[in-house]
């Protein structure tokens, strides 16, 4: 506490009553000293008077604003003097008591100055652990599959151009979706997710575009729906596939020309939002099958951003997994520095049909069970038996290698089917050499009818 006032016995009395409450207490007799005294060493509150001789309370709230911003400020003023009182408010003051000073009540409003202070702290905290986990340094892996991807999101972070991302669940979508905003220049403003799959057909067009009260049983108030909501910011629209045809139409009609309507609702509002879309769908062949859109693809296609797999991405396992790791032992306050060899063995050789987010609550999990620097065992998800085909598994009884082996030739064959059969191309989204594809290709007897192109 740093108390600033002329009055040489409002002062000393200040002083005493604030060290039997604990404080420490520091003393200015006018605000050029009070500066010296917050240069020489760091002041959780200044309690100031306004009507100082030489540099006065309102000089010094300015400065102090200016240069050490944290630092909550209430302002001291007499009787009849309030209007002091307001200007210093209106200029950044927290708080303001008028002399002669109840002791109670000055306690409260420092009180209250030390619990905004740590609110603040707490919120720029919160946004440092924000940006780690969901800006761009958080994203993790050197093969050259996910290199191709922070190119491709470094290249349209900065724009308003809408974002396609596809991959398989757990890879990572809304995290990267995440990356996009927080690179943006629409950083500041909100960032939103709707999950299409989790809302029926009604549910997902309120939640989209919003309601009018009276738009439909239930509607007992208006609704802001999520592109209001994410206004100047970015909106994820999550599992994109699973729009039903009717909410699909509706959705083009916001996309080419930026306008909502609310159910139940006359007008038409404009919105400023850069939309993200993610699926874990093939949506050319949603749109073969007539379940999709074709236009509405294409207008979501404009810059896609493909995520692979862990599968295609193996020899990121050990990064992914010290990284989470390292969240793990600090979030729980556990010793775990490394991995066994045996342990590391095993996550490199589980198949991961959950992928990158399968990996990490398995390593949270074995975070939590650890005990000292080296966790020695780790509890693999189960495989069970007779998945889907996508997820890299075989019918019971098959062994691992049969598994890789079958793994591996899916994975070479939908590289070359993404690429259009050029193996150059293919190779470097495998992140293999073309010689090694080359190899690959003749020892898993692949032929040019196994792969189909779109």
């Known amino acids: 506490m740093l108390v600033v006032d002329d009055d040489r016995a409002v002062r000393t009395a200040l002083r005493v009553n604030l060290q039997k409450a604990g404080w420490e207490v520091l003393l200015a007799i006018d605000g050029d000293e009070a500066i010296q005294a917050l240069r020489e060493q760091p002041v959780d509150v200044v309690l100031t008077d306004v009507m100082m001789p030489g540099m006065n ?23 009849g003097l309030v209007e002091d009182a307001v200007r210093a408010m209106k200029a950044g003051a927290d708080d303001y008591i008028i002399k002669p000073i109840p002791k109670d009540e000055l306690l409260v409003i420092l009180v209250r100055a030390l619990r905004e202070k740590a609110l603040r702290a707490e919120v720029v905290q919160l946004r440092a652990e924000l940006d780690a986990r969901y800006g761009f340094e958080s994203l993790v892996g050197v093969t050259p599959a996910m290199q191709e991807v922070y190119e491709l999101v470094a290249a349209v972070a900065e724009s308003d151009a809408l974002v396609l991302l596809t991959g398989p669940t757990g890879t990572g979508k809304e995290l990267l979706a995440h990356a996009l905003h927080r690179r943006s220049p629409r950083r500041q403003a909100p960032y939103v997710r709707v999950n299409c799959a989790a809302l029926p057909e009604g549910l997902l067009e309120s939640e989209l575009f919003g309601h009018e009260r009276g738009a439909f049983t239930g509607a007992v108030r208006q609704h802001l729906g999520r592109f209001e909501q994410a206004e100047g910011g970015t909106l994820l629209l999550d599992e994109i596939g699973e729009i039903p045809l009717s909410t699909q139409v509706k959705l083009l009609r916001v996309l080419e020309c930026g306008e909502i309507q609310r159910l139940g609702g006359a007008g038409i509002r404009k919105v400023d939002v850069r939309v993200v879309a993610a699926t874990n769908r093939d949506l050319r062949a949603e749109v073969r099958a007539g379940r999709f859109r074709e236009d509405l693809f294409y207008r979501l296609n404009v810059f896609h951003i493909p995520i692979p797999s862990l599968a295609e991405r193996r020899d990121d396992v050990p990064l992914l997994a010290d990284h989470f790791l390292r969240l793990y032992a600090v979030r729980y306050k556990k ?3 490394r991995f066994s060899s045996e342990v590391m063995a095993q996550l490199l050789a589980h198949p991961w049909p959950g992928n990158v987010r399968e990996l990490e609550h398995t390593v949270e999990r074995a975070v939590l069970l650890s005990r000292g620097e080296e966790i020695q065992r780790v509890q693999l998800p189960e495989v069970e038996p007779g998945l889907a085909t996508e997820q890299g598994l075989l019918p019971p009884g098959s062994t691992l290698p049969d598994v890789l082996i079958e793994a591996e030739r899916r994975l070479v064959v939908e590289a070359l089917r993404q690429e259009k059969g050029v193996q150059a191309r293919a190779a470097r989204r495998l992140g293999i050499s073309r010689s090694n594809l080359n190899y690959r290709i003749g020892k898993l007897d692949i032929e040019l009818k196994d792969v189909v192109y779109d």
């Open 57 to 79: 309370g309102m000089q010094l709230l300015l400065q102090v604003r200016e240069h050490w911003p944290e630092t909550r400020i209430v302002v001291m003023t007499g009787q």
């Open 335 to 337: 010793t775990a520095r």
